[in-house]
């Protein structure tokens, strides 16, 4: 037995002690009289620690998880506002559509295209509202891009509005498939490009304008080109065939030959004016005038030549204003329209509609380009008749162009009308519809300069014994003149060319009362040579003859001192009136 103060005063352990002794005093322990317990609830807080612990790590976990999930779905909602905001107020029309057709979804800008409600659209396919020339096309594409050969395709199409109009639109298509690459909806993105396809229909129609000038213009250099040398020979075959049927006795048969050949001269003569007329080489004395009493004569005139199965309907405002043009032109003008209306009509009848009413020409109504803003008198003629095809309309005003028999026109009638309005500065519109008929409007600038009436003396032609010098470098044209004016009793010289007319004149400046010379002539032309034997003898009369002239015309050949101006071919009686009036004038 010990005592275990003793053992701890002398430091002895109780390790150390016999097994089985017995010690007295020794303090109380928890831990050995409980040492199960204290183990046990060791062990059972170590593991509520551990548990602790874990569940604070998933916790944590779990709030870093569901911030993640909130940063996402927020990014999420601000993605699906975008792209609501971007589906929504696209500039363009955007469109979600099935397979089969049916609109899904549409934004607000395709709805305004098309001026269809979203509510309206659900319930219809993109072929109900697809213009029927561009269908097929379209069903087309979107076989091949459902089918996976295609990835997307863009097209220009036309859509019908709500109100059965169309606009006209580009579509790209592409295709949004699920992940086991079955096709889901096709996507519409649809710009609205009606502007351009107008301005594109605008930009053709002043192509066609501009090529039609252009082949006009290039028609009358070449007329211009020719008119010169086939104006010669005219003037021989008129000249020689009226000094031809002068000669002959009344009773010759040959006198019934030289007239026929004087009367093709006429008629070929009157042709090159009209070539002449049509590209615009032409000069014409301009007047003031009135269109009003031109229709009331035509008018008059065709009441008693159209059958009666035809009716002439006028409009005209007596209070237009006047034109400066040329009055013979203009009643050529209306009559040309006007025969042309009686042909289209002349197996059914029909109504022939003639009006005239002041227009004002803005850059918004423009007839055609490049015209001048301003006051017009448009003149229409229009008729019920079979009317011309769009392929045809387009050369209706080529020079011999004709759809008429042969024999029954000879293509110049249009391209005529076409110079004359052009070289007033003009316009001509023409709509026509087959089985429809015809509408011309002809535009006349209108002018504020009063109308002065023109007085025409008629010439009286008698004959002469003075001296006159021809210059021509045509040998058959002096020589067809030089008989001419022999047969009113003149003494005439003949000089083929400038040179050998201007030595004439040096050697016997005072031989000469007259002078009469071509202009085109090589070496030195009419006006030089006129310049030369004035210089020589400035009072001595000159006559300019031409048979075409880009660099003068009468009132310049005027303002040059030439006594007076004549184009060829000329007659007989209008070379010998003009040779009188020089020549009574200088007397």
Same mark, same amino acid.
């Given at each position: 037995?010990?005592?275990?103060?003793?053992?701890e005063?002398?430091?002895?352990?109780?390790?150390?002690?016999?097994k089985?002794?017995?010690?007295?005093n020794?303090?109380?322990?928890?831990?050995?009289e409980?040492?199960?317990?204290?183990l046990v609830?060791?062990v059972?807080?170590?593991?509520?620690?551990?548990?602790?612990?874990?569940?604070q790590i998933n916790?944590?976990?779990?709030?870093?998880?569901?911030i993640t999930m909130?940063?996402?779905t927020?990014?999420l909602e601000?993605?699906e506002?975008?792209?609501?905001?971007?589906f929504?107020q696209?500039a363009?029309?955007?469109?979600?559509?099935s397979?089969?057709g049916?609109?899904?979804?549409?934004?607000?800008?395709?709805?305004d295209?098309?001026?269809?409600? %979203? $509510?309206?659209?659900?319930?219809?396919?993109?072929?109900e509202?697809?213009?029927s020339?561009?269908?097929?096309?379209?069903l087309?594409? @979107?076989?091949?891009?459902?089918?996976g050969?295609?990835? $997307?395709y863009s097209?220009?199409?036309?859509?019908?509005r709500?109100?059965g109009?169309?606009?006209?639109?580009?579509?790209t @298509?592409?295709l949004?498939?699920?992940?086991?690459?079955?096709?889901?909806?096709?996507?519409?993105?649809?710009?609205?490009?009606?502007?351009r396809?107008?301005?594109?229909?605008?930009?053709l129609?002043l192509?066609?304008?501009?090529?039609?000038?252009q082949?006009m213009?290039?028609?009358?250099?070449?007329?211009?080109?020719i008119?010169?040398?086939?104006n010669?020979?005219l003037?021989?075959?008129?000249?020689?065939?009226?000094?031809?049927?002068?000669?002959?006795?009344?009773t010759?048969? #040959?006198?019934?030959?030289?007239q026929?050949?004087?009367?093709?001269?006429? +008629?070929?003569?009157?042709?090159?004016?009209?070539?002449l007329?049509?590209?615009?080489?032409?000069? $014409?004395?301009?007047?003031?005038?009135?269109?009003?009493?031109?229709?009331k004569?035509a008018? %008059?005139?065709? +009441? #008693?030549s159209?059958p009666?199965?035809?009716?002439?309907?006028?409009?005209i405002?007596e209070?237009?204003?006047?034109? =400066?043009a040329?009055?013979?032109?203009?009643?050529?003008?209306?009559?040309?329209?006007?025969?042309n209306?009686?042909?289209?009509?002349?197996?059914?009848?029909g109504r =022939?509609s003639?009006?005239?009413?002041? *227009?004002?020409?803005t850059?918004?109504?423009?007839?055609?380009?490049?015209?001048?803003?301003?006051?017009?008198?448009?003149?229409?003629?229009?008729?019920?008749?079979?009317?011309?095809?769009?392929?045809?309309?387009d050369?209706?005003?080529?020079?011999?162009?004709t759809?008429?028999? *042969?024999?029954?026109g000879?293509?110049?009638g249009?391209?005529?009308?076409?110079?004359?309005?052009?070289?007033?500065?003009?316009a001509? +519109? @023409?709509?026509?519809?087959?089985?429809?008929?015809?509408?011309?409007?002809?535009?006349f600038?209108a002018?504020?300069?009063?109308?002065?009436?023109?007085?025409v003396e008629?010439?009286?032609? %008698?004959g002469g014994?003075?001296?006159?010098?021809?210059?021509?470098d045509?040998? #058959?044209?002096?020589?067809?003149?030089?008989?001419?004016a022999?047969?009113?009793?003149?003494?005439?010289?003949?000089?083929?060319?400038s040179l050998?007319?201007?030595?004439?004149?040096?050697?016997?400046?005072?031989?000469?009362?007259l002078?009469?010379t071509?202009?085109?002539?090589?070496?030195?032309?009419? @006006?030089?040579?006129?310049?030369?034997?004035?210089?020589?003898e400035?009072?001595l009369?000159?006559?300019?003859?031409?048979g075409f #002239?880009?660099? *003068?015309?009468?009132?310049?050949?005027r303002?040059?001192?030439?006594?007076d101006?004549?184009?060829?071919p000329?007659?007989k009686?209008?070379?010998?009136?003009?040779i009188?009036?020089?020549l009574?004038?200088?007397?």
């Open positions: 037995m010990f005592n275990y103060d003793q053992l005063r002398f430091n002895i352990k109780l390790s150390d002690l016999p089985g002794s017995i010690v007295l020794m303090p109380f322990s928890f831990y050995k409980y040492k199960t317990l204290v609830t060791l059972f807080m170590f593991i509520l620690i551990i548990i602790i612990v874990i569940l916790i944590t976990k779990r709030k870093r998880v569901e909130q940063t996402r927020r990014k601000e993605s506002i975008r792209f609501r905001s971007t929504e696209a363009v029309g955007i469109a979600h559509v397979a089969d049916k609109w899904l979804r549409v934004n607000q800008r395709f709805c295209m098309i001026q269809y409600d %979203k $509510s309206e659209l659900i319930n219809l396919t993109f072929q509202i697809t213009h020339e561009d269908i097929a096309i379209k087309e594409y @979107v076989k091949r891009i459902l089918k050969e295609i990835k $997307s097209m220009e199409k036309r859509y019908f709500k109100d109009s169309t606009v006209w639109v580009n579509q @298509v592409s949004v498939r699920l992940d086991h690459d079955q096709p889901d909806y096709l996507i519409f993105v649809i710009e609205d490009i009606s502007a396809i107008k301005a594109s229909t605008e930009r129609k192509e066609k304008k501009l090529e039609q000038s082949k213009e290039a028609i009358g250099t070449l007329a211009g080109g008119a010169h040398d086939f010669n020979l003037q021989v075959v008129i000249g020689c065939s009226q000094l031809g049927i002068a000669a002959l006795p009344e010759d048969k #040959s006198r019934g030959y030289m026929a050949i004087f009367d093709a001269g006429i +008629r070929a003569r009157d042709l090159v004016k009209q070539i007329t049509f590209s615009r080489k032409s000069q $014409s004395k301009y007047e003031v005038m009135s269109v009003i009493p031109l229709i004569e008018t %008059k005139f065709l +009441r #008693s159209l009666t199965t035809t009716k002439i309907d006028q409009n405002d209070d237009c204003k006047d034109i =400066l040329n009055p013979t032109q203009v009643h050529q003008i209306i009559m040309n329209l006007c025969t209306s009686d042909y289209a009509m002349r197996q059914k009848g =022939l003639i009006g005239l009413m002041n *227009v004002e020409i850059d918004q109504n423009m007839p055609q380009p490049n015209m001048q803003c301003g006051d017009y008198v448009q003149l229409t003629i229009a008729d019920t008749g079979s009317g011309i095809s769009q392929e045809i309309l050369r209706i005003f080529d020079p011999f162009y759809t008429k028999p *042969v024999g029954e000879t293509g110049m249009l391209s005529v009308v076409h110079g004359i309005v052009n070289g007033y500065g003009g001509i +519109r @023409v709509e026509s519809k087959i089985n429809e008929g015809t509408k011309f409007e002809i535009f600038p002018t504020k300069e009063d109308i002065k009436p023109v007085e008629p010439a009286i032609i %008698k014994n003075e001296r006159i010098l021809f210059v021509d045509e040998e #058959s044209v002096v020589q067809m003149e030089k008989s001419v022999e047969s009113y009793g003149y003494r005439v010289t003949i000089a083929k060319s050998e007319a201007l030595e004439t004149v040096k050697s016997s400046a005072d031989s000469f009362d002078v009469v071509d202009q085109t002539m090589p070496g030195m032309i009419g @006006v030089k040579l006129a310049q030369e034997i004035w210089n020589i400035p009072n009369p000159i006559i300019l003859i031409t #002239s880009h660099t *003068v015309d009468e009132e310049l050949a303002d040059m001192g030439f006594s101006f004549l184009k060829k000329v007659t009686e209008v070379l010998g009136s003009t009188l009036k020089v009574d004038n200088n007397s």
